[in-house]
């Protein structure tokens, strides 16, 4: 059963806005393609996370996820910058949730 609230659509627009930006960036030319590549691997990894249980856990994928999108942020290359920015943010507040640093009421 899953339950629909505003955790789950933080998540999921995290994630799915990881994704997208990956595939933006997969598609343009430039030298950062195994960054979008672990994009892409951690942004479908923490969409899956939402539905079953995932060996590494949600707070894991997040984290790495938010490793990749901070490292993206500042290289250069194809891809939407503003995009990169709000997957980061509310990565950043899955993992600081997760990681009981930030109490959101409601969540």
Request: proline share 3%.
């Amino acid at each position: 059963m899953i339950t629909i609230d505003l955790w789950f659509f933080i998540t999921l627009i995290a994630a799915g806005l990881a994704v997208w930006d990956a595939i933006i960036r997969l598609r343009g030319k430039g030298n950062n393609s195994i960054l979008a590549i672990l994009e892409l691997i951690f942004g479908g990894l923490l969409l899956l996370s939402l539905f079953v249980a995932i060996p590494i856990g949600t707070a894991l994928v997040a984290l790495l996820l938010l490793i990749v999108l901070l490292i993206l942020i500042f290289l250069p290359g194809r891809g939407a910058r503003t995009i990169t920015i709000i997957a980061a943010v509310l990565t950043a507040v899955i993992v600081l949730v997760n990681a009981g640093w930030l109490s959101i009421p409601g969540l």
